[in-house]
T-cell receptor, first 115, second 115 residues
Framework: AQTVTQSQPEMSVQEAETVTLSCTYDTSESNYYLFWYKQPPSRQMILVIRQEAYKQQNATENRFSVNFQKAAKSFSLKISDSQLGDTAMYFCAYLLIQEAQKLVFGQGTRLTINP | DVKVTQSSRYLVKRTGEKVFLECVQDMDHENMFWYRQDPGLGLRLIYFSYDVKMKEKGDIPEGYSVSREKKERFSLILESASTNQTSMYLC??????????????FGPGTRLTVL
């Protein structure tokens, strides 16, 4: 079975700093997607960024970018110029294409941005 | 904007009660999902549905059932609630794939406490 591991339960940085959240996953498959989801306090979970495993280029979305190392099965999220609104739980998730919509989530990292 | 709503934000029930959690989406999505979120465990898939009256078990279906009589509504049922079902329950929806993996949109969650 596929597993996703986020080894940092909590992180805290100062506003405007850059922070990197770690994620590793275990799979023997080659066709899959990886996602980072954000869950702000008392608000709905939203998608931050996605990466298709067959693409070598790392995905970016404004201040958010990923470092996708397929051989190492690593998928870290970098947040540049962090803002107070980035305070949230962040979940890494894996999806095997053959299993359609079955997302497998990591344990989550609670990120706090301090003023 | 996609909107996924859940019937209650907070719910308190007693052991042995039958509990219904309702989820409604307004974007005509084919796929709907129920997850439970527990600290240190992330999100785990309970059931999902890819069409009206269709359902598939996720990773932790024991003690739960679901109903999807209309496309926009997906209900999670706890036939006889137990204290170990105290958790946050998240509903999500996504459109059917058309050659790509689609984003899941989440509801605000229902925090269920079973006494």
């Amino acid at each position: 079975a596929q597993t996703v591991t986020q080894s940092q339960p909590e992180m805290s940085v100062q506003e405007a700093e850059t922070v990197t959240l770690s994620c590793t996953y275990d799979t023997s498959e080659s066709n899959y997607y990886l996602f980072w989801y954000k869950q702000p306090p008392s608000r709905q979970m939203i998608l931050v960024i996605r990466q298709e495993a067959y693409k070598q280029q790392n995905a970016t979305e404004n201040r958010f970018s990923v470092n996708f190392q397929k051989a190492a099965k690593s998928f870290s999220l970098k947040i540049s110029d962090s803002q107070l609104g980035d305070t949230a739980m962040y979940f890494c998730a894996y999806l095997l294409i053959q299993e359609a919509q079955k997302l497998v989530f990591g344990q989550g990292t609670r990120l706090t941005i301090n003023p | 904007d996609v909107k996924v709503t859940q019937s209650s934000r907070y719910l308190v029930k007693r052991t042995g009660e039958k509990v219904f959690l309702e989820c409604v989406q307004d974007m005509d999505h084919e796929n709907m999902f129920w997850y439970r979120q527990d600290p240190g465990l992330g999100l785990r898939l309970i059931y999902f549905s890819y069409d009206v009256k269709m359902k598939e078990k996720g990773d932790i279906p024991e003690g739960y059932s679901v109903s999807r009589e209309k496309k926009e509504r997906f209900s999670l049922i706890l036939e006889s609630a137990s204290t170990n079902q105290t958790s946050m329950y998240l509903c999500a929806s996504s459109p059917a794939g058309t050659g790509r993996i689609n984003e899941q949109f989440f509801g605000p969650g229902t925090r269920l406490t079973v006494l």
